[in-house]
Every structure is written in C-alpha cells, then in structure tokens.
C-alpha cells in the first residue's frame, strides 16, 4: 500500500549545504516528477522523467538537479540550498502509457517540508 | 504561460449546501486530461475526479461533479451536499503530451457548520 515515498519528511538546511531528497514508487509507473509548492503559486514542475533513463527541466528547475536512478526512484538535490528553496516538495508518478485522455493520473507522495535558514 | 486559472482564492459554503469552484484552461492539443485534486490541512494531495476531453459526458463521483464546457474551456467542480471534511485546498490540473501535468494555484474552501 505504499505507493509513493518521499524522504525525509522534515529538514532544517542552513543556506549553501546540500542535500538530496529520496522519492520512490512501487507501482511500476514510467513518469516521475518533482514538484515545489509555495503560497499562492499552487504546485510548480521542477523536473520530471517521462521514462527510465529521460529527465526534463519543468518550470522552475534552476538551483536543483534530478535523478532517475532506475525505474522506482527519482531523486532531487539541491547543490547549495537557498532561503527562495524553502518549500514543500511534492514527488509524483504516474504510469506513462496510454492516452492522455484515458484517465492516466498522477499520485503524490506524502510532501517533504524544507525550510533554509 | 499560465495553463490552468484558478479564479476563486477562497470560498466559503454552508454545510449540507452545493459549491463550484471554477477552472479554466488553455490549450491547442485535442488530447488531454482534466483532473481535480483535494489537499487538506495534513498536507497530501488526494485525486478526486477525471475528465478526459473526449469524453461526451460530465464526470462524477460521488458528490464530486465535473461540469465539463469544452467551447469555454471550463472544468468546474461542483461539491453537493457539503461537509465539514469537505473544507481543504482543491487544485485543479491538466495533461498534456509528454505527459506533462500542469496545476492552478489553488482555492481554498472552507465549510461553515
């Protein structure tokens, strides 16, 4: 029943550390993403995979890089973090296949809480 | 480009009472999906309901409707008889090719006993 597992869950960065946040799914799903969610800006795409192997920069990928280490995981790390990169992040999959139009939506993991001080 | 609007901040609606929260959308591709998403106070985002754009129908589940105008480009979502667990953030979002998903920024609703 685990679906999508982002870690950790919470973190304090103090601004220039790094750090990686662990994302992965156990439904065998193609596509991953990474989104951010800030205040009145609704949820932004930083990166996504559309298959093993394929990233691609989403909306607002600066100060950020992916991985997709194999199929179920999907990594992103932040080199030297900055107080714009507190936020909540979103890690998703969805199976990838099929028509758009048929109903291939998308799950969240629980959010990971980081905040740069 | 903005690709999903999301018009209404906050609302507010009396329990047991209907509410629309409105969505607009923009795109050229004549293939593509429409979805709401329900995120509470705890923080995970929960998927309510689907409408694809071929689809002739409004979809619906349970209490939760999508008024689906494809002219307007409008996917509202109506919420009947509401409930105190009802009060949330709800998104609305879109696919599209390379299956890519874009979300509105949000509205609040907020369910008054």
Known sequence: ?117 | AQKITQTQPGMFVQEKEAVTLDCTYDTSDPSYGLFWYKQPSSGEMIFLIYQGSYDQQNATEGRYSLNFQKARKSANLVISASQLGDSAMYFCAMSKTGNQFYFGTGTSLTVIP
Request: glycine share 10%; with cysteine; net charge neutral.
């Open chain 1, 1 to 117: 029943n685990a679906g999508v597992t982002q870690t950790p869950k919470f973190q304090v960065l103090k601004t220039g550390q790094s750090m990686t946040l662990q994302c992965a799914q156990d439904m065998n799903h193609n596509s991953m993403y990474w989104y951010r969610q800030d205040p009145g800006m609704g949820l932004r795409l930083i990166y996504y995979s559309a298959s093993e192997g394929t990233t691609d920069k989403g909306e607002v990928p600066n100060g950020y890089n992916v991985s997709r280490l194999n199929k179920r995981e999907f990594s992103l790390r932040l080199e030297s973090a900055a107080p714009s990169q507190t936020s909540v992040y979103f890690c998703a999959s969805s199976s990838g296949t099929g028509s758009l139009a048929s109903g291939n939506t998308i799950y969240f993991g629980e959010g990971s809480w980081l905040t740069v001080v």
